[in-house]
């Protein structure tokens, strides 16, 4: 089944121990982004990836980093976690952005809890 | 930051009523504008991906226009059913654009 994996779905942790989510995509995807949904300000991009090795910065990439070094595995890392990185994270991949027909695949959501 | 602006924040409506909410987006500098299904407890998963003037695009009771030279774009849900109740969002690409910029979202709730 075609799917983008996000792990874990939910965690708590407290401020300052760094973390991983992991996100992978089985589709051969190029595209590959994470953002994070807060109430009442939308979905926000936080990193990009246009393909292996190739990141960017999003909207609000304060406190957090990427990798790429497989086409098939984006991970958010959390170095120190704060409290005000509470939020519902989704990773989501597409074959090249901006191909016509082609939207984002979401994952499955990770909800964090920064105590 | 591109502004996207999705209007109603929230609608309700009794089954088999249809109805239609509204997106807007930058109309100089497009190149796509996406839509999107979000049921609660689940992640938004995409219903149409529009990229010309004028674009119609229809999937079931559920479609999608476009306006380019004016910036927006109407969704319309005809006869809407309980299963309908979402929140829809739409996002913005604009040309070499490497990122989707994602409005608030319409949240629909159809009551049975």
């Given amino acids: 089944e075609a799917q983008v994996t996000q792990n874990p779905r939910y965690l708590i942790t407290v401020t300052g121990k760094k973390l991983t989510v992991t996100c992978s995509q089985n589709m051969n995807h190029e595209y590959m982004s994470w953002y994070r949904q807060d109430p009442g300000l939308g979905l926000r991009q936080i990193y990009y990836s246009m393909n292996v090795e190739v990141t960017d910065k999003g909207d609000v990439p304060e406190g957090y980093k990427v990798s ?5 595995n984006f991970p958010l890392i959390l170095e120190s976690p704060s409290p005000n990185q509470t939020s519902l994270y989704f990773c989501a991949s597409s074959p090249r952005l901006g ?3 082609y939207g984002y695949t979401f994952g499955s959501g990770t909800r964090l809890t920064v105590v | 930051i591109l502004n996207v602006e999705q209007s109603p924040q929230s609608l309700h409506v009794q089954e088999g009523d249809s109805t239609n909410f509204t997106c807007s987006f930058p109309s100089s500098n497009f190149y796509a504008l ?4 979000w049921e609660t407890a689940k992640s938004p998963e995409a219903l149409f991906v529009m990229t010309l ?8 009771r559920i479609s999608a226009t476009l306006n380019t ?9 005809k006869g809407s ?10 996002a913005f690409l604009a040309p070499g654009g490497s990122r989707l910029t994602f409005g608030e979202g319409t949240q629909l709730t159809v009551n049975p």
Avoid: F, M, V
Avoid at chain 2, 53 to 60: A, L, V
Avoid at chain 2, 81 to 90: G, I, N, R
């Fill in chain 1, 68 to 72: 790429r070094k497989e086409k098939r």
């Fill in chain 1, 99 to 101: 191909l016509d027909g």
């Fill in chain 2, 34 to 37: 996406h839509w999107y299904r």
């Fill in chain 2, 53 to 60: 003037n004028g674009d119609e695009k229809k999937k079931g």
């Fill in chain 2, 69 to 77: 030279k004016e910036g927006y774009s109407y969704l319309y849900i």
């Fill in chain 2, 81 to 90: 059913q309980p299963e309908d109740s979402a929140t829809y969002l739409c």
